[in-house]
């Protein structure tokens, strides 16, 4: 049977990041509309799902493991063509040289990123994003830095490394890729608000210009991680450390 790359590609979003922009969307509409309204409202990140602590560990690892099941099918999707690793872009002789880069990267985009938040925040453009408190149980450190993974891994290998790969056997070019990218970014965070569409969009166009560029990975994989590690530990500690 021939191979249909357009067919390929709905059906990983479908399973993965696809069904988180359907339900970012409708957790938008229902906050806009909500009593409260937008700026009333909150998205908790990184809860606590049960009372008993191994019982909520046992959820925090599998909410770690089974997002990365797209991850897993992209692969061998990809290897049916020859080596995955290659076709994304991730070359391990240049990891190094990748990875100062993807720090680069957090700081061109990540304190940008939080001035934008707090702006929208300020003008009752976006909910308000709640991280739950930093080392309240002994394993929430590192679970939070395995979440931190997962989101980078997850995003950047489908929605950057495989959608460029898939989009490309379609012969769309580069800037409607770029842009279509950036757009499915977007929408899986729009539940966040004005900040989150935004942010997320000009990230996307960031990231999707340097993976059209450079062809490699590893440095938006890099800087992903560290945004996510910077909004999901070193904010919550930062706050609890001044009091706040």
């Not at 922009?21 to 509309?33: D, G």
């Not at 046992?58 to 999707?77: K, S």
């Not at 790969?165 to 004005?194: C, M, N, P, W």
């Amino acid at each position: 049977m021939k191979r249909r790359p357009g067919i390929e590609l709905l059906l990983v979003l479908g399973v993965s990041l696809g069904a988180s922009a359907v339900y970012s969307i409708l957790s938008l509409i229902r906050n806009i509309t909500s009593e409260q309204g937008l700026a009333g409202s909150q998205v908790t990140l990184n809860r606590s799902l049960a009372e008993n602590p191994w019982v909520d560990l046992a959820y925090q690892l599998a909410g770690f493991v089974l997002p990365l099941v797209p991850v897993a099918l992209v692969v061998y999707l990809l290897k049916l063509d020859g080596p995955a690793t290659a076709q994304l872009g991730i070359v391990r002789q240049k990891i190094a040289k990748d990875s100062l880069f993807g720090i680069y990267l957090t700081v061109l985009i990540g304190l940008p990123g939080i001035a934008l938040y707090l702006l929208a925040r300020a003008n009752g453009l976006a909910a308000e994003v709640v991280i739950d408190a930093v080392a309240e149980r002994w394993w929430e450190v590192p679970v939070l830095l395995l979440n931190a993974a997962e989101a980078s891994i997850l995003e950047e290998t489908i929605v950057v490394g495989y959608l460029f790969i898939q989009l490309r056997k379609l012969r769309l070019g580069e800037t409607a890729i770029i842009l279509i990218s950036a757009t499915f970014r977007a929408l899986y965070h729009v539940y966040q608000g004005l900040a989150g569409l935004a942010g997320n969009f000009i990230m996307g166009i960031i990231f999707g210009y340097l993976y059209s560029r450079l062809g490699r990975l590893t440095p938006l994989l890099v800087a992903h991680f560290l945004m996510d590690v910077g909004v999901f530990i070193a904010g919550p500690a930062f706050l609890v450390w001044i009091g706040f």
